[in-house]
């Protein structure tokens, strides 16, 4: 089946960048496709229950349909983007439907979601201030192809910020080089890059500018495993600087840091002289608006896994305190250990989400409320229900266009306990 061409109506979009079609009473993934379309789609995967497939024709447009500003993207080429052919807006609406259908789906609510564009990029392009390359074997630069590993060149990528594109490392060769991380920081104008080599030996770095700090990744297997990269660069946020090492968490979109920490001190409205936890912390971003609000009578603890991001996180925070910088994993267990006091918790945990028994032991704390950070609607709604099986309920959550022209959205949710405290 795969290569087969199928006739396809498509319908409303899916998690991940595709919409939905049927064929012969099988869902198929449609990429580069619109709800409404009629399109022409050759199959690229098969399933035994779905078919994913690329739309090659369009014999219906729907009124959304723009052509891509991205000369990469489209079937079979740069995996980065996946709404590229869909006008600003509609991508948000993309998006807000993808949200509310995994809210309905995981967590059997009805909610009605908004996706709210951030300052910082008025046409969906120059936004993203990191970008990792892929290198082929023979020192050429690019992006993954979408669900493959191998390497679409690019000689540009759209999407990448203009502080990104001026370092140029699509447009040289880097040979014995795995993979390229360029780095831009928004407000302080630095630029770092982190590179991959492929083997042991002497890397010849192809870009030359005074101002870029560069550093490998450790090879597997070398005594410096445990080392973190060292170059990074300083960003603004929130009104303070930060020192974000090597591949150390940041958001990537330039208005991202300061919309969030926004909605999160509004949602959590927190109070002189409380107690919060701040966990997945990073380098301190929402520990250090946690604690301007809480004062120096209340306490913050943060917890983050990844050793430069808790040393990041010490220095960034190192005027505050009643902040505390914890090394470590958070899960159920660490929270069952400490109890720490909480009558707020920041949650902003990778992809996978936090998952029903962490949720259950930061229930158990009896926070007034926990301000959740997502980067995945689905784990969102995952986890949302496991907070509804222990007595918190959603009572506002916001979302925000962070990732124009992908399928990503961040959300920001509100639980608060179901009664009184
Ligand atoms: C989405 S980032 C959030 C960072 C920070 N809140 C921010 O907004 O800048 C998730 C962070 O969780 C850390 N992390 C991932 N798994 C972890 C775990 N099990 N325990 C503690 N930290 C973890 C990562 O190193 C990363 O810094």
């Not at 993979?179 to 407000?187: N, P, Y």
């Not at 946690?290 to 808790?310: D, F, I, K, N, Y």
């Not at 259950?360 to 704390?365: K, M, N, Q």
Request: hydrophobic share 45%; net charge positive.
């Amino acid at each position: 089946m795969v290569g087969a061409v199928l006739e396809l109506d498509v319908g409303a979009p899916g998690h991940g960048g595709f919409c939905v079609a049927r064929h012969d009473g099988r869902a198929v993934f449609v990429r580069h496709a619109l709800p409404g379309e009629r399109v022409r789609a050759a199959v690229t995967e098969q399933r035994r229950s779905y078919l994913r497939a690329d739309a090659v024709e369009v014999t219906r447009a729907s009124p959304d349909r723009v052509t891509p500003p991205c000369r990469y993207a489209g079937p079979g080429r740069c995996g980065g983007c996946d709404w590229q052919h869909v006008r600003l807006d509609a991508q948000r609406r993309l998006k807000a439907t993808v949200v509310a259908e995994q809210l309905r789906r995981l967590a059997g609510l009805d909610v009605e979601v908004v996706v709210e564009p951030v300052s910082g990029s008025s046409d969906g392009l120059g936004w993203r201030t990191r970008v990792a390359f892929a290198v082929r074997p023979d020192g050429v630069v690019g992006l993954r192809r979408h669900r493959s590993h191998a390497v679409q060149p690019v000689g540009r990528c759209l999407i990448a910020s203009p502080g990104v594109e001026a370092v140029g490392a699509e447009r040289v060769r880097w040979p014995g080089v795995a993979a390229v991380e360029v780095i831009a920081s928004a407000g302080a104008g630095e630029r770092a890059v982190i590179v991959t080599p492929r083997r042991r030996g002497r890397i010849a770095v192809p870009v030359s500018d005074p101002e870029l700090a560069v550093s490998f990744t450790p090879l597997p297997g070398s005594r410096r495993r445990s080392r973190p990269a060292r170059a990074g660069v300083h960003e603004v946020a929130a009104g303070r600087r930060w020192q974000v090492s090597g591949t150390g968490f940041w958001q990537v979109h330039p208005g991202a840091a300061d919309v969030l920490v926004e909605a999160v001190a509004q949602m959590l409205q927190p109070r002189p002289g409380e107690t919060a936890i701040d966990l997945y912390s990073g380098v301190g971003l929402f520990a250090a608006v946690l604690a301007r609000h809480v004062g120096p009578a209340g306490s913050v603890v943060a917890v983050e896994a990844a050793a430069s991001a808790v040393a990041d996180a010490r220095h960034n925070l190192a005027d505050l305190p009643q902040v505390q910088v914890r090394r470590g994993r958070v899960d159920a267990a660490a929270v069952d250990r400490w109890r720490p006091a909480a009558d707020l918790v920041v949650l902003d945990p990778p992809r996978s989400g936090a998952g029903p028994t962490l949720v259950a032991a930061l229930a158990g704390l009896r926070p007034r409320a926990v301000a959740y950070v997502a980067c995945d609607p689905a784990a969102l709604a995952r986890d949302v229900a496991a907070f509804a099986a222990a007595d918190y309920r959603l009572s506002r959550l916001r979302a925000f266009d962070l990732f124009p022209m992908t399928a990503h959205v961040e959300c920001v949710a509100l639980l608060a306990p179901d009664g009184p405290r």
